[in-house]
Nanobody, 128 residues
């Protein structure tokens, strides 16, 4: 089992930045990738970003949804078993509950079905 706990959400104005963190514990050795998804009220969950690894962070591979490229950055701290999502230039349409998830796979990471474990989510609200 892997436990995931998100933090860092909040209420900000448009144009501001937030950094979300996802701390993993438990059998983290079984994970080879982590991702961020979001779900806005009345909308389906959507992929935001993911990172896969095969050892050193220098060899990490990152993936982004087209609507966040250039604004969001996913990264990880291997020593802390934590993945971050740095979100810059936030827009009101970024308002959603953001979830992190862990996967044993390194492919198809934009699909929710690729992930085995999910966090409880953290609310991000961007006001105009």
């Amino acid at each position: 089992q892997v436990q995931l706990v998100e933090s860092g959400g909040g209420l900000v104005q448009a144009g501001a930045s937030l950094r979300l963190a996802c701390a993993a514990s438990g059998r983290t050795i079984s994970s080879n990738a982590m991702g961020w998804f979001r779900q806005a009220p009345g909308k389906e969950r959507e992929f935001v970003a993911a990172v896969s690894w095969r050892g050193d962070v220098l060899y990490d591979v990152t993936y982004y949804a087209s609507f966040v490229k250039g604004r969001f950055t996913i990264s990880r701290d291997n020593a802390k078993n934590t993945v971050y999502l740095q979100m810059n230039s936030l827009k009101p349409e970024d308002t959603a509950v953001y979830y992190c998830a862990a996967s044993a796979l390194t492919q198809s990471l934009s699909r929710g079905s690729a992930y085995d474990y999910w966090g409880q989510g953290t609310q991000v609200t961007v006001s105009s």
